[in-house]
T-cell receptor
Framework: DVKVTQSSRYLVKRTGEKVFLECVQD?????MFWYRQDPGLGLRLIYF???????EKGDIPEGYSVSREKKERFSLILESASTNQTSMYLC?????????????FGPGTRLTVL | GEDVEQSLFLSVREGDSSVINCTYT??????LYWYKQEPGAGLQLLTY?????DMKQDQRLTVLLNKKDKHLSLRIADTQTGDSAIYFC???????????????FGQGTILTVHP
C-alpha cells in the first residue's frame, strides 16, 4: 500500500513564525506536490518536485518555499507565517508518468496561524 | 489556463442516485479523474476515465464523458450515508508534452446523504 505521511495533523503557530511541514512517501515516487485546500476553492498547487533537488512553482507559491533533499521527503516552509496562510495543507506523490497521473495523498495538516 | 468547475453542494436521500457534474477546459487531457475526500482525510482516487471513452462503469459508479461539451459526470447508484464526502474532479495538465504528474482540481462537491 502506498503511504504518504505528514508530520502533524494539527498545528497552531503565531504570525511571523517560521513553519516547517514535512511529507514522507514510501513508494519511491519521483513526483511530489504540496497543495492548500480552502472551502469553495478546492485544491491549489503551491509547489511540486519531479526529482531530488528539483522544484517548480505551482499556482500560489508566494509566501512559501520547499525543499527536497531526499527522494522520499518533501518539505514545505512558511518563512514568516501570516494569518492568511491558515488552511489545510495536503501533500501528494505520484510515480513517473505511466499513462495516467494518479496522485496519492497524505491525511493533511490543518494549520492555524494566530 | 486550465479551469475545472463543479457545483459546491449536493444533498440526496439514502437509496437515491447522486449525480455530480464537472466542466473542464483543457481539451488535451488524456485522463480525467474523480477523487473522494472523507472527513478528516486526504483524497483517494475513486475512478478515472480515458479521454477516448464515453462511459466507464465500476460497481455503483458510472462516469460519463462528453468531450464535445467538456463535461464529466459521476453517478453513484443507491447512495449510502457512507458516501457522504467531498468529491473532486481533476484533469491532467500538459505543458510541452509532459505533465510531471500535475493535476488541476475542481472546487469539490460536498455530497450529503440523508437517511
Amino acid at each position: 500500500d502506498v503511504k504518504v505521511t505528514q508530520s502533524s495533523r494539527y498545528l497552531v503557530k503565531r504570525t511571523g513564525e517560521k513553519v516547517f511541514l514535512e511529507c514522507v512517501q514510501d513508494m519511491d515516487h519521483e513526483n511530489m506536490f504540496w497543495y492548500r485546500q480552502d472551502p469553495g476553492l478546492g485544491l491549489r498547487l503551491i509547489y511540486f518536485s519531479y526529482d531530488v533537488k528539483m522544484k517548480e512553482k505551482g499556482d500560489i507559491p508566494e509566501g512559501y518555499s520547499v525543499s527536497r533533499e531526499k527522494k522520499e521527503r518533501f518539505s514545505l516552509i512558511l518563512e514568516s507565517a501570516s494569518t492568511n496562510q491558515t488552511s489545510m495543507y495536503l501533500c501528494a506523490s505520484s510515480p513517473l508518468y505511466r499513462g495516467r497521473d494518479e496522485q496519492f495523498f497524505g491525511p493533511g495538516t490543518r494549520l492555524t496561524v494566530l | 489556463g486550465e479551469d475545472v468547475e463543479q457545483s459546491l453542494f449536493l444533498s440526496v436521500r439514502e437509496g437515491d442516485s447522486s449525480v455530480i457534474n464537472c466542466t473542464y477546459t483543457d481539451s488535451s487531457s488524456t485522463y480525467l479523474y474523480w477523487y473522494k475526500q472523507e472527513p478528516g482525510a486526504g483524497l483517494q482516487l475513486l475512478t478515472y476515465i480515458f479521454s477516448n471513452m464515453d462511459m466507464k462503469q465500476d460497481q455503483r459508479l458510472t462516469v460519463l464523458l462528453n468531450k464535445k461539451d467538456k463535461h464529466l459526470s459521476l453517478r453513484i447508484a443507491d447512495t449510502q450515508t457512507g458516501d457522504s464526502a467531498i468529491y473532486f474532479c481533476a484533469e491532467s495538465i500538459y505543458a510541452g508534452g509532459t505533465s510531471y504528474g500535475k493535476l488541476t482540481f475542481g472546487q469539490g462537491t460536498i455530497l450529503t446523504v440523508h437517511p
